[in-house]
């Protein structure tokens, strides 16, 4: 038992990698390599989102559970940046929104400026109010006429139509911006304050989201977005790799006859353009989630690190030594929401659609929370292999569920209760195995499958 609990305790990140393909790979053979690539590639997006949370609570402690808010901006970015324009909503209404929108900002500008120059607070109140209906005078008519262009099919400004990889830097920009906004306002709070802070306000983005159809057609949801990979037709139509799929199955085919290959070879190519797209998007994800990794580790190991470190273990002994507490701890909020945000338009990329209603805020805000404890708070391999273990029980534990009840009904018969009964709740078994998870790590591993590794100030 110690030779397994050393063995362990020296090769965690070895053996947490192995279990983790072999976990892939059983679901490859036992169910579809594509549900295995699509499992994967939904752990890569987690696993980014994940290490965003991580930077944030591992590296400055900060409690953000507005995590979700983030997500759906970096998702509205692939839609604002990549989506198609509606020439006839933009003549519709696109410059009285554009207009409205610098009235709005003018106003905030203006009001700054009076507060922070003493004036009377009267003064800064009439400037907003201003603002506020100036911008409304505008806003509502052009609004009403954008989402009167078509609304079946549209009904919004749409994007425009550039490429998609600069829809995720955008993504991460615009979720940093308003990561900074929300961080000069609540980063001055208590940590239990800014986690009430931060998700009340990702709450009111995703509800401007959910109610302005101008912006993404709301509930109504954006279909058909462009992607960084072919499309699976295009590849079936093309001779290269028609010919690759040829190659790889030439045993098999030469022993049909020209009907039966033809019939085959049409499967085969369905088939294989599929895991193709799939295993383009894996590759395109991990090569993000390592640039990202390697760059959040060397900020990590530089002195800038050490002293971020530093003021999460003791704040006010930072502060005394002159350290700018509040200013580090908004850098790194701003950092962590980019990769969020990033995360959140490599999913819509991912996905093909934006749907605002699948923003669930304190379901997956706790997924990513318990990814980045299981795997390790402070380590960003850990919260990367967390990651790819939370959603694959996550997704997994219904079938599993079903074989258990299976295997209960092979044993006991057909008419024992217990397996009815596994049948009928099989997907609520995920918030089960979610909290034996859990249990298991904090009981056995406190710090984490791969707890922060102790660095020397």
């Known amino acids: 038992m110690n030779n397994l609990s050393h063995i362990w305790q020296s090769h965690r990140q070895t053996i947490s990698i192995l279990v983790m393909v072999f976990l892939l790979a059983f679901v490859g053979v036992n169910q579809s390599w594509v549900l295995a690539l699509s499992i994967f590639n939904l752990c890569l997006i987690s696993a980014i989102m994940a290490l965003g949370v991580n930077i944030q609570w591992g590296y400055a402690g900060l409690f953000n559970i507005g995590i979700m808010g983030f997500a759906a901006l970096g998702g509205l970015s692939v839609v604002l940046i990549s989506a198609p ?7 519709a209404g696109g410059m009285k929104i554009l207009f409205a929108l610098c009235l709005l900002l003018l106003s905030i500008v203006l009001s700054v400026y009076l507060s922070k120059h003493k004036y009377n607070k009267g003064w800064v109140v009439l400037s907003l109010v201003a603002g506020y209906f100036s911008m409304r005078y505008f806003y509502v008519d052009a609004a009403q006429a954008i989402e009167a262009v078509n609304p079946s099919k ?40 800014l986690a009430i802070a931060s998700f009340g306000i990702a709450e009111i983005v995703l509800y401007i989201i959910k109610n ?41 085919l030469s022993l049909l006859t020209e009907v039966e290959k033809t019939k085959a070879l049409g499967i085969l190519l369905r088939e294989y353009s599929v895991v193709f797209v799939k295993l383009c998007y894996s590759g395109l994800f991990l090569a993000i989630l390592v640039a990202l990794i390697v760059m959040a580790n060397l900020a990590f190991d530089s002195p800038w690190g050490r002293k971020v470190r530093a003021i999460r273990d003791n704040e006010t002994a930072a502060s005394a030594m002159g350290k700018n507490v509040k200013r580090q701890h908004l ?118 499958i791969l707890p922060e590794k102790d660095k020397k100030l």
């Open 331 to 448: 850098q790194i909020f701003i950092i962590g929401s980019a990769i969020v945000g990033i995360a959140g338009a490599l999913l819509v990329t991912y996905t093909g659609q934006f749907t605002p209603n699948s923003y669930q805020s304190l379901r997956f805000t706790f997924l990513i929370w318990v990814m980045v404890i299981v795997g390790g708070s402070g380590n960003n391999f850990g919260s990367v292999i967390g990651a790819f273990f939370i959603w694959f029980f996550w997704v997994e534990s219904t079938p599993m569920g079903l074989w258990l009840a299976e295997t209960v009904q092979n044993f006991a018969g057909a008419d024992n209760g217990v397996s009815a009964f596994l049948q009928e709740r099989a997907h609520f078994l995920r918030y089960i195995f979610m909290g034996l998870i859990m249990l298991l790590v904090l009981r056995f591993a406190p710090g984490g």
């Open 85 to 91: 324009s509606v020439p006839m909503a933009v003549s």
């Open 154 to 193: 549209t009904g919004y400004l749409g994007g425009l139509g550039l490429p998609v990889p600069l829809a995720w830097l955008a993504g991460g920009l615009l979720a940093a911006g308003a990561a900074w906004l929300i961080g000069k306002i609540t980063l001055g709070l208590r940590s239990d304050y």
């Open 212 to 252: 302005e159809d101008w912006i993404a057609r709301g509930v109504k949801n954006v279909t058909g977005l462009p992607r960084p990979v072919p499309l699976e037709i295009d590849l079936q139509q093309s001779p290269w790799f028609e010919e690759m799929v040829v190659w790889f199955n030439q045993s098999s």
